[in-house]
């Protein structure tokens, strides 16, 4: 308990911190005063998805069939809907919070533990969102950019807002071992598929660009703003979108 309290007091401080030096919604300028070391991760990552992450992804898709996969991908996508709907309250969006709540349910119950949709064969379902998203909503500025390790692109906010939907995830303190260990796993296999099914673009940005860096950030910062309703109206399709939560 008193770990847990401890690690709980280390990550709520790591947010006030990011969370006070957020900058104004956007920026006209890229706010990016840690460059270099945001290249260094980048050359980091690049050399995981290289050696690791492309490979293992290709060998999981090529070696487990479609309806296997899809069913992890359903069961993984469940287990993020309760942070959804503690967005969604939060972000006063009380019409999504009840859809959401009723697709868990339903999925959880009717499709066995969320590994099939039966929710949205009804039409039932809210938004996605996320607490980036929810300190968006409440007038909290993007920050500075970041490239983090493992996740990629990202701003200040936006990983403050990883960190707090990890805390407030209300599943996290009623899953315990074994079952933690599949809710990860699943993730994990999600996030491989996704690898695959968008490696044309993920590929093209990382290997085939002249600067990588540059152009990962640019298309991540053009499309979370738009989807954010930002001013940036002419954006690119985010290769990272499904692997990074950006929304």
Do not use: C
Request: net charge negative; hydrophobic share 35%; no cysteine.
């Amino acid at each position: 308990m008193k770990q847990t309290e401890t690690s709980f007091a280390k990550a709520l401080a790591f947010v006030l911190v990011l969370l006070g030096i957020s900058t104004p919604l956007y920026s006209q300028d890229e706010n990016d005063p840690f460059e270099t070391m945001n290249r260094r991760v980048h050359g980091v990552n690049i050399a995981l998805d290289k050696s690791i992450v492309r490979p293992v992804s290709f060998a999981y898709v090529g070696n487990v069939n479609d309806g296997l996969r899809q069913m992890i991908n359903n069961f993984a996508e469940n287990l993020s809907v309760p942070g959804d709907i503690v967005n969604n309250v939060l972000q006063g969006e009380f019409q999504s919070g009840l859809q959401n709540t009723g697709k868990f349910l339903i999925n959880s119950t009717l499709g066995f533990a969320g590994l099939g949709t039966p929710a949205e064969d009804l039409g039932i379902g809210g938004d996605e969102s996320d607490f980036g998203t929810t300190l968006h909503r409440w007038g909290v500025g993007e920050g500075f950019y970041l490239e983090l390790p493992f996740f990629g692109p990202s701003t200040s906010r936006d990983a403050t807002g990883k960190i707090v939907d990890w805390i407030l995830n209300p599943l996290a303190p009623l899953i315990e071992p074994p079952v933690n260990y599949y809710t990860t796993s699943s993730t994990i296999a999600k996030a491989m598929d996704m690898r695959v099914a968008y490696a044309g673009a993920i590929d093209s940005v990382l290997y085939d660009s002249i600067d990588s860096y540059s152009q990962s950030k640019l298309i991540y910062l053009q499309t979370r703003r738009y989807s954010l309703g930002g001013r940036d109206e002419d954006v690119y399709d985010d290769p990272y979108e499904d692997l990074y939560g950006t929304e």
